[in-house]
């Protein structure tokens, strides 16, 4: 074993604001899991790691009980061993770097060969078969990589982006433009592993427990407590009623 680990272990990739351990409560998503397990009765750690590679280590060599990622790639037969169980909707939108496209971005220029920032796993398909160059990478680097005109574009969620620029690019913030095109609904679950001895049975526990705190207001206090009363939260809410 490359680290000790309990037996109800969820490792989780750093995903602020959503999942992190620099937010109150490690941020929406995290206090939502950690609450389901709770109420599920069910003893259990999250943790945050940098990069997706070691939460695909503790999956696929420790047979870990879950785990939560973004931009979810996994074969047929993988998936036969998982389940999904959706715990937030979230918009991703495409965000430019002004000074870099000072007349804004767009998209069906042929005046110049774009290139796409993308994360680990995510569909860059469309991007390929417009003939864009792909650069892949953390948030950070991407937005880093935005700002030295490397990249002319990437997705996010509007929260991540903002929350990032703050931290370590607060001068040039307002920089970070987002088009009025393009964004996306993306899903986060958390995926549970059923060649762990109980990953089935808690699954279903996890998945009551998710449901319970959707009835009882429990979920919308938490989303508006880190994502905002009014549009904000409700926003969440109206998403993940589709999944």
């Known amino acids: 074993?490359?680290?000790?680990?309990?037996?109800?272990?969820?490792?989780s990739i750093d995903f602020p604001p959503?999942?992190?351990n620099e937010v109150i409560d490690g941020g929406a998503a995290s206090e939502i899991i950690t609450t389901a397990f709770r109420k599920a009765g069910i003893d259990s750690t999250l943790t945050i790691h940098p990069i997706k590679k070691i939460i695909h280590y503790y999956l696929e060599q420790e047979n870990a009980l879950s785990i939560v990622?973004?931009?979810s790639h996994f074969s047929k037969t993988q998936q036969n061993k998982?389940?999904?169980?959706?715990v937030l909707a979230y918009t991703e939108q495409l965000f430019y770097y002004k000074p870099s496209h000072p007349q804004g971005l767009n998209l069906q220029t042929k005046q110049q060969k774009l290139t796409y920032g993308a994360h680990q796993d995510e569909d860059v398909s469309k991007y390929k078969k417009a003939g864009m160059n792909i650069i892949t990478g953390r948030t950070t680097a991407l937005m880093k990589k935005l700002k030295s005109g490397d990249i002319d574009f990437i997705a996010a969620p509007a929260e991540t982006i903002q929350w990032l620029s703050?931290?370590?690019l607060n001068d040039f913030q307002e920089n970070f433009i987002h088009l009025d095109t393009g964004s996306s609904t993306e899903v986060l679950h958390v995926i549970f592993n059923s060649q762990h001895q109980e990953g089935t049975?808690?699954?279903?526990?996890?998945k009551h427990a998710l449901s319970t705190m959707r009835?009882?207001?429990t979920y919308q206090k938490i989303i508006m407590k880190h994502l905002g009363n009014g549009d904000a939260g409700?926003?969440?809410l109206r998403r993940l009623e589709t999944f």
Request: glycine share 2%; no cysteine; hydrophobic share 40%.
């Open 166 to 168: 703050q931290r370590y």
């Open 234 to 236: 409700a926003l969440y």
């Open 201 to 206: 049975t808690i699954a279903k526990k996890f």
């Open 82 to 86: 998982l389940i999904f169980v959706p």
């Open 215 to 217: 009835k009882d207001g």
């Open 18 to 20: 959503f999942i992190t």
């Open 1 to 11: 074993s490359l680290f000790t680990t309990s037996d109800n272990e969820i490792h």
């Open 69 to 71: 990622e973004r931009h």
